[in-house]
């Protein structure tokens, strides 16, 4: 099996891209750099990994590479923290689309004329950002309001070219919707100004890199964005990898769309407490204090996962402290490499 990645060189893609393949796949990655620069992998010298420097808007390079290719996972976008969608409005949805037409054109061709046999489409869960029904089934994305943000709307999007796509051209489609992958790898993003919180500069703009930057710089009263009652699912990088490869292999998938996410609900403040505790013990009491909210910061995130575990066999099973284990000592290497 040969698989081609946009995006290769993303923070959920790093994960993606080992569990293909340690599972026997070819992988052909495509990446600019524009994010993060230049990141080195693990896997940069796999004997059954390619990684191409190039854009992923270039139609004539997609379809170089997809020829040969089983599968495609079209995972590259303009994406970021929540600061993203505020400061990036526009472009998180001109780009992104522009983007997302280039990969469909590509895997549309293949299929007709290559050996191209599946699309698996990385969504997210922005697409629910304004559903009142908790937990969110899969089916609840074409019955909710449609997001306020571009970001939401444009993911959003993604489902309905597979969607067109499969209509059309009958091209075979897996969704995939990830929920707030957290682990180790994800560098400072090439950001044309600085984020604060406190004294401190934000470093991904993602709640759990940058609450234990915080904590391990000393920043106390910790500064926690809205009120701390935000409702998130955590889920490890690598379950949520195991996910997407089964989304790309299983025939259950075909057609489908998947919540991919640990069960596991866990507050902000919560985490918050977690973090503190696991640094400084569980004798220091936690102080904090609310800094305002953005207004696109989804206060409760709550997928149903059941529909994965049944036609997938898939649950995520990386506990939130078995998280942070990880997280902490990678966060503080690269605090003291200067990197944050």
């Known amino acids: ?18 569990e293909l393949l340690q599972a026997g796949h070819s992988v052909v990655g495509i990446d600019n750099y524009s994010k993060y620069g230049r990141v080195k992998k693990s896997y940069d010298s796999h004997p059954n990994y390619r990684l191409v420097e190039g854009d992923a808007k270039d139609l004539a390079l997609i379809k170089e590479l997809i020829a040969d290719c089983d599968y495609f996972v079209p995972a590259a976008a303009l994406i970021g923290g929540i ?3 505020h400061e990036l409005a526009y472009d998180l949805l001109a780009e992104n689309e522009r983007i997302t037409a280039t990969a469909f054109d590509a895997a ?16 997210s869960s922005m697409v629910f950002e304004s559903t009142t029904e908790f937990p969110t ?19 959003l999007a993604t489902e ?17 919707r990830p929920f707030n992958c957290v682990g180790i790898g994800e560098k400072r993003a090439l950001r044309n100004h600085d984020m604060h919180s406190g004294n401190v500069k934000l470093a991904m703009s993602h709640v759990v890199p940058d609450l234990v930057q915080k ?25 949520l990898a195991r996910a997407i490869r089964l989304c790309i292999e299983s025939p259950a998938a075909l057609g489908e769309d998947f919540n991919l996410s640990t069960p ?18 569980p004798r220091k009491p936690l102080s904090y204090v609310s800094d305002p909210a953005y207004e696109y910061d989804v206060q409760t995130r709550t997928p149903d996962t059941t529909k994965a575990e049944r036609l997938l066999g898939f649950r995520a099973t990386t506990s939130l402290p078995e998280i942070l284990d990880e997280v902490i000592p990678w966060v503080a290497d690269e605090i003291h490499a200067g990197q944050l």
């Not at 899969?138 to 993911?155: H, I, L, M, N």
């Not at 920043?219 to 490890?236: A, D, E, K």
């Not at 407490?273 to 400084?280: G, H, M, R, T, Y």
């Open 108 to 123: 549309i061709w293949a299929h007709q004329h290559r050996q191209l046999q599946k699309i698996t489409v990385i969504s």
């Open 137 to 155: 089934p899969e089916a609840a994305v074409r019955r909710s309001p449609p997001p306020r943000s571009t970001y939401g709307f444009q993911k």
């Open 160 to 176: 309905y070219f597979a969607q067109g796509a499969y209509e059309q051209y009958r091209l075979p489609y897996t969704i995939v």
């Open 215 to 239: 904590v391990l710089k000393g920043q106390n009263p910790l500064h926690i964005l809205g009120s701390g009652q935000q409702v998130r699912h955590y889920t490890y990088g690598a379950d």
């Open 264 to 281: 596991v609900p866990t507050t902000v403040l919560e985490l918050a407490q977690l973090i503190w505790s696991k640094i400084n013990g």
């Open 83 to 85: 600061t993203y969608f």
């Open 1 to 18: 099996m040969k698989t081609l990645v946009t995006g290769a060189a993303g923070f959920i893609c790093g994960y993606l891209i080992e």
